[in-house]
Nanobody, 123 residues
Framework: QVQLVESGGGLVQPGGSLTLSCEAS????????IGWYRQAPGNQREFVAA???????NYARSGEGRFNISRDNAEDTVYLQMKNLKAEDTAVYYC?????????????????WGQGTQVTVSS
């Protein structure tokens, strides 16, 4: 049983910053790679970033240079630091796990999802 619990979403002005957290528990294998997807209204869910337990990372082009993913392996907690946020970053952000690598998670999500946290970028 894998449990992923997101927190840290909210309302932020354009250009602002926000840090999301994902607390994970369960199968060591399923938690080797943890990452983030997001879904804006009317859009498909899209990859944001992923990190492996060994530190390998993968970012979607939309977040490169603005987003930073990190993890605390002892706590199996993953953080997504987002800066210079734009209106188009507005979405529900979902924590995801189960992919065997960060690279693979960029192409197809793992089987496990959190409940999501809303990020709204608006003035």
């Amino acid at each position: 049983q894998v449990q992923l619990v997101e927190s840290g979403g909210g309302l932020v002005q354009p250009g602002g910053s926000l840090t999301l957290s994902c607390e994970a528990s369960g199968s060591i294998f399923a938690l080797n790679t943890i990452g983030w997807y997001r879904q804006a209204p009317g859009n498909q869910r899209e990859f944001v970033a992923a990190i492996e337990r060994g530190g390998e990372v993968n970012y979607a082009r939309s977040g490169e240079g603005r987003f930073n993913i990190s993890r605390d392996n002892a706590e199996d907690t993953v953080y997504l630091q987002m800066k210079n946020l734009k209106a188009e970053d507005t979405a529900v952000y979902y924590c995801n796990s189960g992919a065997t690598s960060a690279l693979l998670m960029g192409m197809t999500p793992g089987d496990h999802w959190g409940q999501g946290t809303q990020v709204t970028v608006s003035s």
